[in-house]
């Protein structure tokens, strides 16, 4: 999904990427801020449809990336270890 469709009292206030292990689809995600009431949340999609994030979702990324940091980092020791 290139574009996230919003209404007209819909304002996209921040576009960030997300990153999945193994999946190249809903690589996106957006802050969104209704005009109406004020209210402001995250957009995400699934297999291209829209829904709305949680800020925990949100956090269950961080942690991912962290993982996937911390074993590249690791692999990246054993080989200087090897070299």
Do not use: P
């Not at 209210?39 to 979702?57: L, P």
């Amino acid at each position: 999904m290139r574009e996230l469709c919003v209404s007209k009292h819909e304002e996209i206030i921040y576009q960030f990427q997300l990153y999945y292990s193994g999946w190249e689809c809903d690589d996106k995600a957006w802050i969104v801020k209704n005009s109406n009431t004020g209210k402001v949340y995250c957009v995400g999609t699934n297999h291209g449809c829209q829904y709305n994030m949680s800020i925990a979702e949100l956090g269950d990324f961080i942690s991912e990336y962290k993982k996937a940091i911390s074993d590249t980092k690791k692999a990246i020791h054993l080989l200087q270890g090897i070299e």
